[in-house]
């Protein structure tokens, strides 16, 4: 499997960014698809988590402000992420794991500050 994220960038408090994953191979494997992130000097921690059900779930931290989703026709697994915060700057990376196995994508930078 692999993955592409893209979409990061410099935003101020309070703005949006919308991150994308390109997905591709064996992707029928895949029972979890993820967002993850880390920020300077700490370790990389999940953000969010979406299963082959569609059934989502997120840190405390970001729930009612971050959505995941998967298009799985164009093949993306996506993050919208509203009222961002300078606590959520981080390096994101898209991953995807199966029973035996968990992929990385490589990161894109998320800089929130005014």
């Known amino acids: 499997v692999q993955l592409q994220a893209s979409g990061g960038g410099l935003v101020q408090p309070g703005e949006s960014l919308r991150l994308s994953c390109a997905t591709s191979?064996?992707?029928?494997?895949?029972?979890?698809w993820n967002w993850y992130r880390q920020a300077p000097g700490k370790e990389r921690d999940m953000v969010a988590r979406?299963?082959?059900?569609?059934?989502?779930s997120y840190v405390d931290s970001v729930k009612g402000r971050f959505t995941i989703s998967r298009d799985r026709f164009k093949g993306t697994l996506n993050l919208e992420m509203n009222n961002l915060k300078p606590e959520d700057t981080a390096v994101y990376y898209c991953?995807?794991?199966?029973?035996?196995?968990?992929?990385w994508g490589q990161g894109t930078q998320v800089t929130v500050s005014s």
């Open positions: 991953t995807a794991r199966s029973r035996d196995r968990h992929y």
């Open positions: 191979g064996n992707t029928l494997s895949i029972i979890y």
């Open positions: 979406i299963d082959t059900h569609d059934s989502a």
